[in-house]
Structures are given as structure tokens and as C-alpha cells.
């Protein structure tokens, strides 16, 4: 691997909806540090991503925030929901 590229592989993410078909993806980011000096550390990302599902092209949770969901440490993240209805 060259020096000034960092090549950073993201989990596979499988995203559901009503309003289109189930896909596995995966993506991949190339980042091109050459011209950071002094490189210590970099980062992978966030460890959770936030959705709003619809229903007959209707978003849930109107003027509320987005659902938060935490993706576990295995491989694959479980979220069962409530249309417009969030757990306290």
C-alpha cells in the first residue's frame, strides 16, 4: 500500500424501506493524505446512522429528529419500529 493513500472499507449496510427494493452495499472510501504532514490517526467513520421510514410517500415523525440506531458489534444490526412511534 502506498504511503499517501489510505484505503478506509466500510461495513456492508443493508438498507429497507417501503418505497424501494432491499439492497446490500458496500462501500469503500479512498482517502489521499499526501499532503498531511505527520499523520497519527484516522478515523473509521460513525458506529450508527439515523433514518425516517415512510409510508405511502409519507414521512413518520414530522418536525421530530430522525430514529438513531446503533449498529451492533456483529455483523448485523436488528431494528424493529413503530411507523411514527418512537420508545422512550
Same mark, same amino acid.
Given at each position: 500500500?502506498?504511503?499517501? *493513500?489510505?484505503?478506509?472499507?466500510? @461495513?456492508?449496510? *443493508?438498507?429497507?424501506?417501503? #418505497? ?6 458496500? #462501500? #469503500? !472510501?479512498?482517502? %489521499?493524505? =499526501?499532503?498531511?504532514? +505527520?499523520?497519527?490517526? #484516522?478515523?473509521?467513520?460513525? /458506529?450508527?446512522?439515523?433514518? /425516517? @421510514?415512510?409510508? +405511502? %410517500?409519507?414521512?413518520? *415523525? ?7 440506531? +446503533?449498529? =451492533?458489534?456483529? %455483523? ?6 413503530? !411507523?411514527? /412511534?418512537?420508545?422512550?
Amino acid at each position: 500500500m502506498r504511503n499517501n *493513500l489510505i484505503y478506509i472499507c466500510l @461495513f456492508a449496510l *443493508l438498507i429497507t424501506g417501503c #418505497v424501494q427494493k432491499t439492497y446490500q452495499k458496500t #462501500v #469503500v !472510501f479512498e482517502l %489521499d493524505v =499526501s499532503q498531511v504532514k +505527520n499523520i497519527e490517526t #484516522v478515523g473509521t467513520g460513525y /458506529k450508527f446512522t439515523e433514518v /425516517k @421510514f415512510t409510508v +405511502n %410517500d409519507e414521512f413518520e *415523525l414530522k418536525g421530530k429528529d430522525n430514529r438513531r440506531i +446503533n449498529f =451492533s458489534e456483529k %455483523d448485523t444490526t436488528y431494528y424493529k419500529a413503530f !411507523f411514527d /412511534k418512537v420508545e422512550q
